[in-house]
């Protein structure tokens, strides 16, 4: 069975969230940490969840990962900088 959108009767009283808006705050977050960048943000993959991470040195995306915690991500990128040095 094929998913069928339907727009909104605007007549009727709407109760409850609207589904097509999204919610969710989202975290983007640019950080530099010893020379280089870190970007974190939500993973655009919504079934598997988590926060993509990347580490730049401004030209080149040095290394890129996906964690299911936003902290956690943040660490793995701060972690690989730290094995730079």
């Known amino acids: 069975m094929a998913f069928q ?3 909104p009767d605007n007549n009727k009283k709407h109760r409850g969230a609207d589904m097509t808006q999204d919610t969710d705050p989202g975290v983007s977050l640019e950080e530099h940490y010893k020379g ?4 974190l943000e939500n993973n ?3 079934h598997t969840g988590g926060y993509e991470y990347s580490v730049s040195d ?4 040095l290394t890129e990962g996906l964690e299911f915690d936003s902290e956690q991500a943040l660490q793995q990128a ?3 900088v730290d094995a730079l040095d």
């Open 58 to 61: 401004g030209d080149n995306i």
């Open 36 to 39: 280089y960048v870190i970007y």
């Open 78 to 80: 701060r972690d690989f």
């Open 5 to 7: 959108a339907t727009k």
């Open 44 to 46: 655009a993959d919504q």
